[in-house]
């Protein structure tokens, strides 16, 4: 499915498949994740994506061939490729754990083409062995909404008993079950009357939910944004009490409307989180195993990709909208 200029619809192209260059590998994919970053780069709000374009980072596939060099997986190995697609290894970032932040790297389904695909290609450095529990569509939407969702926990800090999460979708209703593995308490912010993802949160053990512009119950140590609405920004700085941190974990933002300093004021923090790292996902996916995290997922086949982003745009999805490919063995 094929993204051929910012604002079209997805086009279902017949492409060549794809060969590996050196260490890469040749993966026929299984299911791809429909990512909220998938809608920006449709839309348009991320500069300079690579054009055509196979949208798509949250890939689950198959090795099915070996570029020159690459040793990593057997042929047949179950594989993830997330959105970090590689790096330079050189750089001031890349050399001190940061990689993330590499001005060089490049994305998969942004500068890469990616998994909205029959096949594709990834540098084996940046994949990950898959734990082989979850089904295809159940493991994808862990390579980004998960691991993002990670990284923003982390951001939130250990001591933050009372966290909040602004947007319930794919990414808040993983890290919900982490936050709550790990005795947080959960407080679920959702759109102004949306009754069914409050009941999906509270399903999850949220210990409250309701809509982004209502205050929680309770001061908050934390609260990470999902949703790509700036207004939320001062809305979750006068949730979260004295020394909070208020984590924006998404790509691209609407602006974020003037505050008054008061609610900045006492050591509150605003801060972003961007990429993932290598060790990010081996990390998660090694908690994401001993949790048995388990994740709600809408499969549609690849050739609705365009019906599962309007889906996504809509909030109809209730945790993850995943594309799957017919008849996969791993489905
Ligand atoms: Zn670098
Ligand atoms: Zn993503």
């Known amino acids: 499915m094929l993204l051929e200029a910012a604002g079209r619809p997805l086009r279902d192209a017949q492409l060549a498949e794809p060969v590996p260059g050196p260490h890469q590998v040749l993966l026929r994919v299984a299911a791809c994740g429909v990512c909220r970053t998938d809608l920006h780069v449709a839309d348009g709000e991320l500069p300079h994506p690579k054009l055509p374009l196979v949208l798509g980072h949250e890939i689950v596939g198959e090795v099915v061939a070996l570029g020159p060099g690459a040793d990593r997986f057997e042929l047949g190995a179950r594989v993830g490729v997330p959105w970090l697609g590689w790096t330079c290894g050189e ?79 794919a990414a808040a209703h993983i890290v919900a079950q982490v936050a709550r593995a790990q005795g947080r308490k959960v ?86 989180v961007a990429n993932l790292t290598r060790r990010d996902g081996e990390e998660f996916l090694a908690l994401a195993s001993q949790l048995q995290l388990h994740t709600a ?17 809509a909030g109809r999805v209730r945790g993850a909208a995943v594309l799957v490919a017919e008849g996969s063995a791993f489905g």
């Open 297 to 313: 997922v809408e499969p549609y086949p690849l050739g609705r990709a365009g019906d599962a982003l309007e889906a996504l745009r």
């Open 91 to 169: 750089c001031r970032f890349c050399r001190s754990g940061r990689e993330n932040l590499c001005a060089a790297a490049r994305f998969t389904g942004y500068q890469l083409d990616g998994g909205y695909a029959e096949f594709t290609v990834a540098d084996e450095r940046f994949c990950f062995p898959l734990p082989p529990r979850l089904a295809a569509a159940e493991a994808a939407p862990l390579l980004c909404a998960g691991l993002i969702g990670y990284r923003s926990l982390l951001a939130a800090g250990d001591s933050a008993e009372r966290l909040g999460l602004y947007g319930f979708g």
């Open 187 to 272: 407080f679920a912010f959702t759109r102004p009357g949306d009754a069914a993802a409050q009941r999906f949160a509270l399903e999850l053990g949220a210990a409250w939910a309701g809509a982004s512009d209502a205050p929680p119950p309770e001061p908050l140590d934390a609260a990470i944004i999902f949703a790509p609405a700036g207004t939320l920004v001062p809305a979750a700085l006068r949730a979260v009490e004295r020394g909070g941190t208020v984590v924006c974990a998404g790509i691209h933002m609407s602006d974020i409307p003037a505050f008054p300093y008061e609610i900045l004021w006492g050591e509150r923090t605003v801060r972003s």
